[in-house]
């Protein structure tokens, strides 16, 4: 085919050429090369490029906006025809149809833009002294308009009186909600009216009234706040180290807007324009309206004021002042990376079966799970090796380096120093296998950093009665005593109990995840789940960690 006297595709055109000069006498070859001169592609082509021609350098705009008019003149020239004709009749048919008849009317609401709330028309005289007005149309929904009073979710936005002038005013809007979608209503707005009555010398529990009593679109007629325009959202996470009931919060500014949360919980803080409430949203939640809740600031005086009056924590208070008030943590997504293994951590009271609990994850799978040797300044034994059973060195050398920092923990048992260093547990983490630490508790801060990033468990205890009931069952030997094998008495039953409620009220806000060691079994299936989380997972941590 001779392609110069074709309008032929230039892409096409190439091939073709290209092909001619692959030696002939195959029959693919010879199938390609009719293909490639085929009119039906040819055509193809044409149609492929003039889509995406017009995808990007046109917008498709309707030929016309009266498709419904046509269709009427349409019926009526048709009716007026004698020719019984079968096509006259199944297009008469179709043209009445009321689902093609609908979809007509669709095209032209659309065509002529028909699809925008009509807002009253501005006034032909208005006084030039009168203050600016705008004019708002919200479509009513689930969402809190609520002031000092108890108020049904409206249009997502908060109404309180000014203290100065005493008129109603636009406390704030929340993030998400219609009022922040429609762009139109800011905080400082002052409402004139809602609905075409007037709220002059009306409370907000009036205005509420008015609000919730309205149906379908609700419609503000506002004196704007030149300068307070909305402010954007910010990226900031954080993780509740506390539970929050808005509920029971006498202070919040509407409870209807208020967000409940559990200690745990990863929330999107989208606003802390308020220095008392933050607007956030649940991480992962569809919900896109945020809600109220207490800002760090004030979190950090409620619980302040709480250890100064409370009496089951006014004898913690001393250890409190040197500790982090736990609010909130800012935190990043921390991605697991190949070779480089986050340390797992157990902690717990002594007794609890942290260190069982370690002992019985390193024996599912020694070469991956490695706990590190410990560092003593006692004298090595003939039965021991150095470096596989403990690293010996002289007490002088050890506190040396104690001092220095480099140790996690460190203890005096009989006179000799035991310990653990940063430097062996990184070695471990280099080596792509899995660090499983059970340290003191007070260890946590010297291992809570960004150079060693720990996945923290910490190991609970059942209740009293379930504590007794199941050690008794399993013949438990006490680790209070270690000069002989013998069970545990109720004392130290007891001081489980108390030392693991006094490790959670000053460090709870380090733990990653908690599991109450009721049975070993069932605590070491949870904590092997941890681990492949650590392993496998994304997860929260201090946004330190990441930076």
């Not at 209070?480 to 001081?495: G, L, V």
Request: net charge negative; proline share 6%; glycine share 6%.
């Amino acid at each position: 085919m001779d392609t110069s006297s074709e309008n032929w595709d230039p892409a096409l055109t190439r091939l073709l050429a290209s092909l001619k000069e692959v030696q002939p006498g195959g029959e693919d070859v010879a199938f390609l090369s009719d293909l490639l001169q085929s009119k039906q592609l040819h055509a193809l082509v044409q149609v492929h490029n003039k889509i995406v021609a017009k995808g990007k350098d046109d917008k498709f705009y309707p030929l016309l906006s009266n498709a419904m008019q046509v269709t009427l003149e349409v019926l009526e020239l048709l009716a007026n025809v004698a020719s019984v004709a079968k096509e006259y009749e199944e297009l008469l048919s179709l043209l009445q149809k009321p689902h093609f008849q609908a979809i007509l009317c669709t095209h032209d609401a659309v065509a002529q833009k028909d699809y925008y709330p009509h807002l009253p028309d501005i006034p032909l005289e208005a006084d030039e002294e009168e203050e600016t007005v705008k004019i708002v149309q919200l479509v009513k929904s689930d969402e809190p308009l609520g002031g000092a009073q108890s108020a049904e979710p409206i249009v997502g936005a908060t109404i309180k009186t000014d203290e100065e002038t005493g008129k109603i005013v636009i406390a704030r809007v929340m993030h998400g909600g219609a009022a922040d979608r429609s762009g139109l209503i800011h905080a400082g707005d002052e409402v004139i009216e809602v609905n075409g009555i007037s709220v002059e010398n009306k409370t907000p529990a009036d205005v509420l009234a008015i609000l919730q009593s309205s149906e379908g679109t609700i419609t503000f007629k506002l004196v704007p706040s030149f300068g307070k325009g909305g402010s954007r959202e910010s990226k900031v996470r954080v993780r509740a180290l506390f539970n929050y009931n808005s509920s029971e919060d006498p202070y919040i500014p509407c409870k209807e807007a208020g967000l409940n949360f559990k200690k745990g919980d990863v929330l999107h803080i989208v606003s802390q324009d308020d220095a008392y409430w933050w607007q956030a949203r649940r991480e992962g939640d569809r919900v896109m309206r945020a809600g109220l809740i207490p800002s760090r600031a004030l979190q950090e005086g409620r619980i302040i004021h709480e250890r100064q009056t409370d009496p089951q924590t006014v004898d913690e208070n001393d250890d409190f002042d040197r500790e982090m008030i736990p609010t909130y943590e800012e935190v990043a997504r921390l991605y697991p990376r190949p070779g480089l293994v986050r340390p797992i951590v157990l902690v717990g009271a002594p007794g609890v079966g942290r260190n069982e609990l370690r002992r019985r994850l390193i024996a599912t799978d020694p070469e991956k799970y490695v706990t590190p040797v410990p560092f003593t300044s006692r004298a090595q034994k003939p039965s021991e090796q150095n470096g596989k059973d403990y690293v010996f060195v002289s007490r002088e050398k050890m506190e040396q380096d104690i001092g220095e920092g480099k140790f996690i923990e460190h203890g005096e048992y009989k006179g000799n120093l035991y310990g653990t260093t940063a430097e062996s547990v990184e070695t471990i983490i280099n080596s792509g296998r899995v660090c499983v630490l059970s340290p003191h508790w007070q260890a946590l801060k010297m291992l809570r950093t960004p150079r060693l990033r720990p996945y923290i468990v910490f190991v609970r205890p059942p209740s009293l009665e379930r504590l007794v009931e199941t050690r008794t069952a399993a013949n438990a030997r006490s680790t209070f005593d270690k000069e002989s094998s013998r069970a545990f008495t109720e004392e130290e039953f007891a001081d489980i109990i108390r030392s693991s409620n006094r490790i959670n009220f000053l460090y709870g806000y380090m733990f990653d995840e908690e599991i109450v060691n009721e049975e070993l079994p069932g605590a070491l299936t949870q904590l092997m789940k941890a681990s492949w989380r650590v392993q496998s997972e994304p997860l929260w941590v201090p946004v330190s960690w990441v930076q």
